[in-house]
């Protein structure tokens, strides 16, 4: 079974709107990290956001938010008021215990002018 | 500027041959993982070290390699190069282990085998 699903492929948002990328997970372990990386098209892998499974609150960090719903294991990204700069593909990720980071498929966002 | 240095960027062999990918890790991170990213296969994880000590492996095909050395930079060998190998490389390191710590990844080596 997957344990990190992104169902969007790809997604095209009208400048300044905001922006849900939506990701699931899978696990049983009680603790967990999930994580949000921007990948641009130049290939780098970007850290953008993290949320514990044991906090409280959601993440955020600047213009951008993690929904954290923990009882449908559900971690999407928001972005808020997008940006051209922001056209990228994102992956969601768990982290389980010491080990790996296990990402998901990606979606590709396309901000519009 | 992740701090993680991966070299070289770009690299371009033929198939049979082996190559060597270099990582330096963050100042201070002891933990060095190594992924490949394939347009069909997304990003598979390969292989964690930990301050020296392979800690876990994944889908890591026997022809391929690694070790981390005492001052803390890793390489991944790869060898008997098929075309199926061509992809980006990608290493990042992390401090240790926590669920809260993120990887923090270098720019990636795009190996082409031709």
């Known amino acids: 079974a997957q344990k990190i699903t992104q169902t969007q492929p790809g997604m095209f948002v009208q400048e300044k709107e905001a922006v849900t990328l939506d990701c699931t997970y899978d696990?049983?372990?009680?603790?967990?990290?999930l994580f949000w990386y921007k990948q641009p098209s130049s290939g780098e892998m970007i850290f953008l956001i993290y949320?514990?499974?044991?906090?409280?609150q959601n993440a955020t960090e600047g213009r951008y938010s993690l929904n954290f719903q923990k009882a449908r294991k559900s971690a999407n990204l928001v972005i808020s008021a997008s940006q051209l700069g922001d056209s990228a593909m994102y992956f969601c990720?768990?982290?389980?215990?010491?080990?790996?980071?296990?990402f998901g498929t990606g979606t590709r966002l396309t901000i519009i002018p | 500027d992740s701090g993680v240095t991966q070299t070289p960027k770009h690299l371009i062999t033929a198939t049979g041959q082996r190559v060597t990918l270099r990582c330096s890790p963050r100042?201070?991170?002891?933990?060095v993982y190594w992924y490949q990213q394939s347009l069909d296969q997304g990003l598979q994880f390969l292989i964690q070290?930990?301050?020296?000590?392979?800690?876990a492996k994944g889908n890591i095909l026997e022809r391929f390699s690694a070790q981390q050395f005492p001052d803390l930079h890793s390489e991944l060998n790869l060898s008997s190069l098929e075309l199926g190998d061509s992809a980006l490389y990608f290493c990042?390191?992390?401090?240790?282990?926590?669920?809260?710590?993120?990887?923090?990844f270098g720019n990636g080596t795009r190996l082409t085998v031709t």
């Open positions: 100042s201070g991170d002891l933990s």
């Open positions: 990720a768990m982290r389980e215990g010491l080990l790996k980071l296990t």
């Open positions: 990042a390191s992390s401090p240790g282990g926590g669920v809260s710590s993120p990887l923090h």
């Open positions: 949320q514990g499974s044991y906090d409280q």
């Open positions: 070290y930990y301050n020296g000590e392979e800690r």
């Open positions: 696990t049983s372990d009680p603790s967990y990290g």
